[in-house]
Each structure stands twice: as C-alpha cells, then as structure tokens.
C-alpha cells in the first residue's frame, strides 16, 4: 500500500468540505497513511460553463486525472455523476446519505405556498422548475447559477424571491439558518443521488478498492443504485425533469420516481417496492412501468 493517497475533488467550499469528509474517515480508520486533498477544476467551476455538456460537467476531468493515475480517487457528489462512467472506472464507496430533500430559501414567506403570486423563482435545474410549477404554476421561474454562497447572495441582492437548494449542501456548509422550508418529498422529490458522496476509483486498483471498502454505506449505495438505474431506463442526464429517491428498510426497497414536462403540466409519479439485494431491477421495473405510462412521450415535449 502506497504511504501518501491523493484524493482529487473540485475546488469549491462545499467540495472541499466533502473531500475533507472522507479523508477523516479514512484517517481515522487508517492512522498509519497520508491522505492529501487535490483541487482539479472542472468545466461546471468557469465562470460560464457550456450547458450542453450536461451531467458530466462537474465530472469529467477529475475522471481524466484518475485514468492518468494523477490521483488515487476521485470524490463527487453523486448527483453530479453521470450513469455512464469513463471506462476503466468504478464507484468504490458512497457515502450515508445526508437528507436527500430540497429546501426553499426566501425573504419573502414562510413557504412555497406563501410566496406572493408571480414571486421569482431561482433555479438552474429543469427538475424543480417543473415540480415548482406543478404546484405553483403563477410563480415566475429564473435561472441561477453559482455555488451556494453566490446563490445566497443574489438572493439577498434581491434578483430572487425564493431559490431552492439541496438540504444536504446547506447542512454541511452548516447554513442552515438560511433554510425558510423543507420541500415535502410527496411533493418534491431529488435528483438521483442527491446528498450523497461518491468515491470513484481505477477498476483495476485493487489497492484502493480495499482501502475504500469499509467506508461503503450498503443501504445507502442500493438506494442510489435504483435509482441511477431509473434514470438510464428513462435515458435521462441533468437537463430533463427526472426524479428519485430510494429508501432500503430491512430487505425491501422502496422507489418512488417522477417524469415532468418542463412547464410542469404534466407529470407522472410512481413508487414501486422490490427486494434490495437487486436493486437494478427495481429501478428498471419503475423506468418501464412509467414508461408504460408516457413518461417517453413527456420528455419527447410531445
């Protein structure tokens, strides 16, 4: 085992927080190594990051620095990983999830029912755009972009009434202060793998593998597993309105998964419960059922 492991992960605040996460636990679990955090930017970190690229954006170089072995392991948010990974790559831990839910930040009301009619709406996310019109379709929806604390800012600027963040952000920047409302996931369900950390490796480093193994938080990756499942079937990334949450209790796994139209009008809901030792096929399962439903027909706009 080699004395001195290189963790790669994105420079931003939060990034560097989650980094900072694991190398406490595999320090605590493996006081005798080193462990040192690499700062690699990625195309999502420039000031004005394409779009097109999709849900790989935040990804794809620290994918290239593992493949030319710069560094031992790459961390993510597991939200931000695409279903498809670079080849020769793995997904070796993920972390225990953090609260998968959305949050409303706002000056203006206590809740998103409260906020005053045509109140503007920040997110860069086509999923909570559509869910926030399915609920409050008067709501005027802006995009937003930036890390949290450029969000909260612009918030305070007064460019936004409300924006809508993930919880498990705001908890680990311990901003919690800041949160007006938690979304009700019967009404506001997350992106697949939202709030929780993967630590992705070289397939062949068999090392690292090891090393990361005891950090692996099974129910936790079978969750996610479905749910990342549910959105290959349905051939989804980050710009379409996609949404899971898998819940592993005992032996049974609970997945509940929703398709919108991008204005909101219509969307399609369904949970489905299976066996959590194959949780591919319950997310499979769920992506056919719904599209069985027209699920196809709504993310085609037709």
């Known amino acids: 085992m080699k004395e001195s492991i290189v963790l790669g992960t994105r420079g931003s605040r939060l990034a560097l927080l989650q980094a900072q996460y694991i190398v406490n636990e595999l320090e605590r679990l493996y006081p005798f190594l080193s462990f040192r955090v690499e700062k690699i930017r990625t195309e999502g970190d420039k000031p004005s990051p394409s779009v097109s690229l999709g849900k790989g954006m935040f990804v794809k170089e620290l994918e290239v620095a593992l493949v030319k072995e710069e560094i031992d392991m790459a961390v993510h948010s597991f939200k931000?990983?695409?279903?498809?990974l670079l080849s020769g790559l793995t997904i070796a831990a993920v972390s225990q999830r953090e609260d998968p839910r959305d949050v409303l930040v706002s000056r203006r009301a206590d809740s998103l029912d409260m906020l005053p009619h045509g109140a503007r709406m920040g997110t860069g996310s086509p999923r909570r755009a559509a869910q926030i019109k399915a609920i409050r379709p008067d709501l005027s929806i802006l995009d937003?972009?930036?890390n949290v604390n450029t969000r909260l800012e612009k918030l305070r600027q007064g460019y936004f009434d409300g924006i809508i963040m993930a919880a498990a952000g705001m908890i680990r920047l311990s901003l919690t202060n800041h949160i007006t409302q938690y979304l009700p996931l019967y009404t506001f369900l997350p992106c697949p793998g939202q709030g929780a950390l993967a630590v992705e490796v070289r397939k062949k480093d068999e090392e690292m593998k090891?090393?990361?193994s005891s950090l692996n938080h099974e129910p936790t990756a079978k969750a996610i597993m479905a749910e990342r499942t549910f959105l290959r079937v349905l051939g989804g990334g980050c710009r379409t309105p996609i949404a899971a949450l898998g819940k592993v209790d005992n032996s049974?796994?609970?997945l509940t998964g929703m398709v919108a139209a991008l204005d909101g009008k219509r969307l399609l809901r369904l949970a489905m419960e299976g066996g959590a030792g194959d949780p591919e096929k319950v997310g499979t399962l769920l992506g056919q059922k719904l599209l069985e439903m027209g699920a196809k027909e709504i993310l085609d706009g037709k």
């Open 252 to 254: 049974v796994l609970r």
């Open 210 to 212: 090891e090393l990361l």
């Open 80 to 84: 931000d990983v695409p279903t498809l």
């Open 144 to 146: 937003i972009r930036g």
